[in-house]
């Protein structure tokens, strides 16, 4: 298919480059927001680092703190509520992706008259689409998401218990700051489900169907197999700055737009997750871990084939020889084992969820919009 690519994002990528974040925000405005997630960034250190900055650029600060995972639409409301009431003129999203996507849908409801959600795909007829936004400058503490490098939010309804995202090229960061030292405190477990969503990004795109995307296929393979070997060590080896840049690198160019070039996904996966992390709240990428080999082995078929062989054969190196469904089940094992070696547990029960009187509704808004 035609396409056109465009991400405007600068990375300032590597060691000690929070040091610049006050002198990369003071070229925006002078009074920042700064969006902080459950407090992590205060505990290891990142905060005083990023205030020291700001301030030495005489940039002033109002904080906008507590952003809690699956960030909440009441979250977005409060943040604009500061905007306003303080005139910020830039937003400054310190932490992982709930904090970067509550900041970016901040940004773009400082600037409108109505209600946040307004703005969110949530099946409604008549979405807003913003027409401006304060600039966003994301310093990611967590490689997950990709965030960091793309022009999405996804934003749960608390009062609905629904999940859904707004897109626009108004969201993309004006700078992202990245630096892996920044991640060596995250624990295992958010280690290991950050993981698990970077490769349901790329699995959303390489299972997809569409022909003709040889170049695309080798780049999801070669970033897969980033995930597969340094997702396990950053879990054992949380300092090893190896692990860390990889893996940062690895989730900014998993969603970024340049391996959806051409292609129509529908990203099937993240539509059902986010319903779990609406209705139960459960880590978005542990819910990715728990569905992605159960929707693998549901899709499965003639058709498709031929993929999974790629897919086993030149991300885990399965023989070729082996015939091509038994290679698709051993790619499919391998993908649970990879999962399982980083501690993540992998059926529904594990993550809490033995109700499923939810699941129809659920199952209803995780469609909605499609044909």
């Known amino acids: 298919m035609n396409f056109e690519f465009y991400n405007p994002t600068k990375v300032l990528f590597g060691k000690a480059n929070l040091e610049k974040l006050g002198e990369v925000v003071k070229a925006f405005g002078n009074k920042a927001l700064l969006v902080t997630g459950g407090g992590s960034v205060k505990r290891n250190g990142t905060f005083d680092k990023a205030v020291a900055s700001l301030k030495k650029s005489n940039v002033e600060i109002v904080e906008c703190d507590g952003i809690e995972p699956n960030p ?14 303080h005139n910020c003129d830039v937003i400054v999203a310190l932490g992982g992706g709930s904090t970067m996507d509550c900041s970016k849908v901040i940004a773009a409801g400082a600037l409108y008259d109505g209600d946040p959600w307004d703005m969110i795909f949530h099946g409604q007829e008549n979405v807003y689409i913003p027409q401006k936004a304060l600039p966003v ?3 990611p503490t967590l490689a997950a998401t990709g965030s960091e490098m793309d022009g999405f939010a996804v934003i749960n309804n608390e ?6 995202e707004m897109c626009s090229i108004l969201l993309y960061p004006k700078y992202s700051i990245m630096d892996p030292v920044n991640t060596f405190t995250v624990p295992k477990y958010q280690t290991a489900a950050g993981t698990a969503d970077i490769m349901s990004h790329i699995f959303e795109l390489y299972f997809d169907g569409t022909p003709g995307k040889y170049m695309q296929d080798r780049v999801m393979e070669g970033l897969l197999k980033t995930c597969i070997h340094f997702g396990p060590v ?3 080896k949380p300092d090893d700055y190896e692990a860390r840049a990889n893996l940062m690198w690895t989730s900014s160019w998993a969603i970024n ?3 959806a070039c051409g292609l129509t996904s529908l990203w099937p996966v993240h539509a059902m997750e986010h319903q779990l992390s609406a209705v ?3 880590t978005h990428g542990h819910g990715l871990a728990v569905l992605t080999p159960v929707w693998m082995r549901y899709i499965l078929n003639d058709d498709n084939v031929d993929r999974f062989v790629n897919y086993g054969v030149n991300v885990f190196g399965i023989s070729p020889d082996k015939k091509p469904y038994e290679i698709a089940e051993l790619a499919i094992q391998k993908t649970e084992e990879v999962f399982e070696k980083m501690g993540l547990k992998l059926s529904m029960q594990d993550l809490g969820i033995t109700d499923e009187s939810h699941f129809e509704s659920m199952a209803e808004r995780a469609a909605d919009g499609l044909d």
């Open 280 to 282: 139960y709240d459960v």
């Open 257 to 259: 737009g340049f391996l």
């Open 234 to 236: 950053a879990c054992e």
């Open 72 to 85: 909440k639409i009441s979250s977005v409301r409060k943040g604009v509520k500061l905007v306003k009431e």
């Open 137 to 139: 400058i994301t310093v």
């Open 159 to 164: 009062e609905t218990s629904d999940k859904q």
